[in-house]
């Protein structure tokens, strides 16, 4: 009897390792190798008008605008996926650290945040906890994920959002750098990117 509890208890867990990797494999970042292969460097970013909460720029912010001025950096945080991203937060962090440093290279940084429309203002405003960020830094945001599924980042996954990216624009809005992480964390530093520019 001892021997047949630990032989369907050997199957169960057999049964459980095989149907891991089945739904790993289900929920496979297909869709990122699709993003990577449009914002390949050389590629021109598509156009894009987020509002902004806080930041150098405010209102209706257009990238072309903003582009028009010099290089743009764009870093996708994971926004709301039903709690604060801790690892948004040490990127925007590092990036509020170094602004200094990205002004020097006449570079804008838009930070967008993405999520469901319903509550999303409030919730960047959780994010920044009254931090006011400086220039060249803005916060955009991205309610319902236009901007989101407008450049093939939405990870739609349950408690999922966007995957997390950085993007270095040149002058003409040509890809110059791009970094797609596949995991929460794996992102662009600031030092990496202001070495991009």
């Known amino acids: 009897m001892r021997i047949l509890q630990q032989l369907n208890a050997l199957c169960v ?94 570079a804008k940084v838009l930070l967008i945040y993405p999520g469901p429309k319903s509550q999303l203002d409030q919730r960047a405003d959780e994010f920044l906890q009254g931090t006011k960020l400086p220039a060249p830094l803005t916060f955009l945001l991205d309610p319902g994920y236009t901007f989101t599924n407008a450049y093939g980042l939405r990870w739609d996954a349950p408690r999922e959002t966007a995957y997390p990216t950085t993007l270095v624009l040149d002058e003409s809005g040509k890809i110059q750098f791009v970094k797609i992480s596949e995991t929460h964390r794996g992102r662009s530093s600031a030092a990496e990117v202001l070495e991009a520019l």
């Open 13 to 106: 867990l057999s049964l459980i390792a095989v149907s891991i990797p089945a739904s790993v494999q289900a929920e496979s970042p297909a869709p990122v190798q699709a993003a990577k292969k449009a914002l390949a460097i050389g590629q021109t970013a598509k156009d894009f008008q987020l509002q902004s909460v806080g930041g150098e720029l405010s209102g209706k912010v257009k990238l072309s605008d903003v582009n028009a001025d010099g290089k743009v950096v764009v870093v996708v945080l994971r926004g709301f996926p039903g709690k604060q991203c801790p690892a948004c937060s040490a990127q925007v962090g590092d990036f509020v650290k170094n602004a200094s440093k990205f002004a020097a290279k006449n």
